[in-house]
């Protein structure tokens, strides 16, 4: 009967995680019910069986006093484990829930970095409520991780590394990693220290496997090992640990002790969270302030993101304000010719669109290191060629529509002013990220509406000149 | 006095793997002096001191001949080692250079993933020459790896994992992965088969170290390992890795083989892939045809990019029609009031900017997996209360140049038209991935440039309408 139970269950459970929405309500009934029945032997049964990520996601469906019910009954090392995968905003509801001792016991159980997160989570009150009921070394642990300052090297990095001594044998250092191995985040990757804590030399598990059993550390150890700092950028440690393909990598401080390390699953994260930034910025969401990239979409707030949109769009304004004075410069030339105004969007349209395409390539292949500062010549030039052939292609294609529209002259003022706008658009896009970087400014910046107003503005002055000269307009002004 | 030479060199190497433009020249002189003078030992200890993947990036400054004369001097290991790290476009190069024996043996000493994609980038001669040099096993190992599409976890896998047998006791297991270790990309996962190859699980090297050592490996394993399959996407690959955390995931085929590991080391490549692919789309850069995101951007020819780029140009000129019509329809408003195209370009760049804001910030929720369609209700009410705000905020900034500018009457009707193209534009950037999403089409499709248009198209109708409206222009159609 139960394992009838336990098979339906599998299903809905897969279809919930793969975010099927009837699935998902289908088990929060389930989980519900057992919940309301008390029936702890069910509810710890249906968390056993699920790989921690997964609860953590379960638990996300419910409200955070809800998902403290759901596992309270497992052990405080498998509830840890569930905390781990948790996002930290949700952790952080769940803890205001959990009483002081069952928090504290939680966090003493959770890997080293995680818990320094959550508690960087954590209210002033709650973070001096639950530290007299750590031991110290905890105590400590946790206020140095929490210490460092958001997307560094220090705020990803974990204390709960293997250090070895130099003078050990290799069998002494597997009898000691396999001693320790139930608390470590690895034990692959050993780091070789001195007394005063100065990073020696680093050493695999594979390497001690593979060395005879009586050999020093020291003389099989990576002497010269990658390392970073840890007041490095998280992006760069990131960076450098997918170049060499690291699975973990020694962070040291400024008096070059080991303070911890980054492990690869980290790097994904800071891989996603800065793709993710990248685009937002692509899209002239600002990457100030407090950063909307760590957590759920879902759970931004609304203001956030106003203050996150608002600031752009207003200096958007002051970029577009040109292109009226534009209009109002060649106004003239439009009250003699009122039929130049059909073509307007779509000619600066082209312009910002080429823009947009040759700055997003640009942006993009800075932030994956393809292309550096001193490539810009070089692109430009592939740039330069490339946008003459598409402005020809479009020039083509919109002197039909003018010839038909509004007879061959205005066609010919179309036609040559497509090709220019489409020029002009692509090199602002391709030069733009480049200025930006030599300023020392972020590239991305460059950013598909800032890239499409000056666009506009430009293919508004282009094109009115265009007109105005090639149809013999006489200007007032 | 080598030592000083190689102090000044590694300052020099360190700029120019950073980018610096005239170390890299420095560089390129002094290799192409040890060329010159043949300097074989000079050269075998420069690229002996570096990671091959550093090797890597130094023979990049170069031409492939010169690349290949370089490293020519080093063991075959060291070679393949450096192969590993190389391009694939690049690496390709060099293997038309190299003789079909030498090719034949990096091939054969390169990992087993590294070289099945370098054996798909070479020419249908090439790769028939250097098949009879292989021995018969790498011969058939390539040429199935080979076979998988691209961005499929087949196409991604490597075949060099640790098997073990399920009757096999931890110590053995140890023993056998010891004696391994040199020829396989982890020994830290293994993968239990049985005589058909057909997964049973999957234990870890911390689980057979702490173990007892007596204890078969059948007993410690993981019986229901998470696993891919060959044809699986690349992407849900990556993201089932990094949910879990794992190092490394088990593949299996139609027939539930085991035919390949996936390693934490490609995960990075791939979520570093499929986010520059989001972002080039959401630059309305097509992702159809020949991929540009695999090879370096530098490396990328005009042509292909030209076809990126054209289709999108071309078909967005329809969408840019409709404005161009729609201002055609509002002709005597505009000749009634031509000082309201003054605040055209504004008002219809505004309400793009806010959309290409709420597209950018839809398609990356969605991509990373943080928004689900079932989400659509709820995240499009949270928009209409943030574009409400942003629209209100930007009207007041309009209206002050809008009563400046062309007096109260057309303020009031460029206010207006700023709260409603804003909300407009949000609305669609906000709905159209999802809407795309809906008919299985791509979310990135509503990229900027798109958003953008549709923008501008119903800015100009929304625009002119209440300004015909509002000021009692007579409309002669």
Chains 1, 2 share one sequence.
Request: with cysteine; net charge negative; charged share 20%.
């Amino acid at each position: 009967m139960t394992d009838k139970i336990l098979l339906e269950e599998q299903d809905i459970l897969n279809a919930a995680l793969a975010g099927d929405y009837s699935s998902s309500k289908s088990l929060i009934t389930k989980l519900d019910h057992y919940l309301l029945s008390d029936d702890r032997e069910l509810l710890r049964e249906f968390f056993m069986r699920l790989h921690p990520a997964d609860s953590a996601q379960v638990l996300e469906l419910f409200t955070a006093e809800k998902a403290c019910a759901l596992i309270k009954f497992l052990d405080i090392e498998d509830q840890a484990r569930i905390f781990n995968y948790l996002p930290a905003n949700f952790e952080a509801q769940m803890a205001q829930i959990l009483g002081r001792k069952e928090l504290a016991k939680i966090v003493s159980a959770m890997s080293h970095d995680e818990r320094a997160d959550l508690f960087n989570r954590l209210s002033p009150d709650q973070q001096e409520e639950i530290l007299p009921a750590l031991a110290q070394a905890e105590r400590e642990d946790i206020r140095k991780l929490a210490s460092y300052p958001e997307d560094t090297a220090g705020s990803v990095m974990t204390s709960d590394y293997c250090a070895l001594q130099p003078d050990i044998t290799a069998r002494e250092a597997i009898d000691k990693l396999r001693r320790e191995a139930p608390d470590k985040e690895t034990i692959y990757q050993s780091f070789v220290i001195d007394s005063q804590r100065k990073l020696l030399g680093v050493v695999s598990l594979r390497e001690l496997l593979v060395a005879s059993p009586g050999v020093k550390v020291k003389d099989i150890m990576n002497t010269q090992p990658i390392f970073g700092r840890a007041e490095d950028e998280s992006e760069d440690i990131a960076d450098i640990m997918a170049k060499y393909d690291l699975m973990a990598l020694p962070i040291i401080n400024g008096n070059d002790k080991l303070v911890g390390i980054v492990t690869f699953d980290d790097v994904h994260d800071i891989i996603e969270e800065e793709a993710t930034e990248d685009f937002h910025k692509m899209g002239s969401i600002s990457g100030h302030g407090e950063s909307i990239t760590g957590i759920n979409f879902l759970q931004v707030s609304p203001w956030l993101l106003i203050q996150k949109r608002l600031p752009w769009l207003l200096a958007l304004v002051f970029v577009n304000l040109l292109s009226g004075a534009g209009i109002a410069f060649f106004e003239d030339t439009i009250q003699a010719v009122v039929a130049l105004v059909f073509f307007l969007p779509l000619l600066i349209a082209s312009g910002g669109n080429a823009g947009a395409q040759s700055a997003t390539l640009m942006v993009r292949a800075i932030a994956t290191g393809d292309v550096q500062t001193k490539d810009w010549v070089r692109l430009l030039g592939r740039e330069v060629g490339i946008a003459m052939f598409l402005g020809v292609g479009m020039a083509l294609a919109v002197s039909f529509i003018g010839v038909f529209r509004a007879g061959p002259e205005v066609a010919v003022v179309v036609a040559l002013t497509m090709m220019a706008v489409v020029l002009f658009g692509s090199l602002v896009g391709c030069l733009l990220p480049f200025l930006l970087t030599k300023f020392n400014l972020d590239p991305a910046t460059a950013s598909a509406p800032l890239i499409t107003s000056i666009a506009d503005v430009g293919g508004i002055l282009i094109y009115f000149s265009i007109a105005t000269w090639l149809l013999g307009i006489h200007s007032s002004m």
